[in-house]
């Protein structure tokens, strides 16, 4: 997975897998981001003990042509995660069993600057089903000036 591509003051905003991306990529390069918003994601935690369930199986057979890194990731970042110092908003719905808010909770814990906003009703898919409620708290996230 390569991360360190980042050339220039960005907002990284990511969901699911693509949080681990995102995460990766503001520990290679954390002075070119100014936002980080995570939905729904593991983070790059380890998070078998956080009432997660198992996604990957159900991601297979319905995306049998994914790279093998999607399905096989296992990192554990929690160690590095406080090395972060960017305004971060996490997103989580209080109805998603592939990242239950524990997920959130423990990344609220790690991470240093980090709101955390559960979303009433909302699974992993939270960025779709509740677009509008999403939207206005990344905008509000983002006019934070670091």
Sequence with gaps: MVVN???????????????????RAALARPEHVTHLVLAA?????????????????????DFPTLPDW?????EDLSGQLSDLRMPMLLLWGDADPISPVNVGE???????CADLHIIKGADHDLAYTHAAAVAGL???HLAHVR
């Excluded at 994601?41 to 297979?60: C, F, N, P």
């Design 41 to 61: 994601t593991s983070g790059g935690l380890d998070i078998a003990g956080l009432g997660a369930q198992d996604w990957r199986e159900l991601v297979r057979k």
């Design 5 to 23: 591509q980042i050339d220039g003051p960005c907002a990284l905003i990511a969901q699911s897998m693509g949080g681990v991306v995102a995460i």
């Design 138 to 140: 990344i905008d509000q």
């Design 70 to 74: 999607f399905l096989n990731y296992h």
């Design 106 to 112: 423990r990344l609220l814990r790690l991470l240093p």
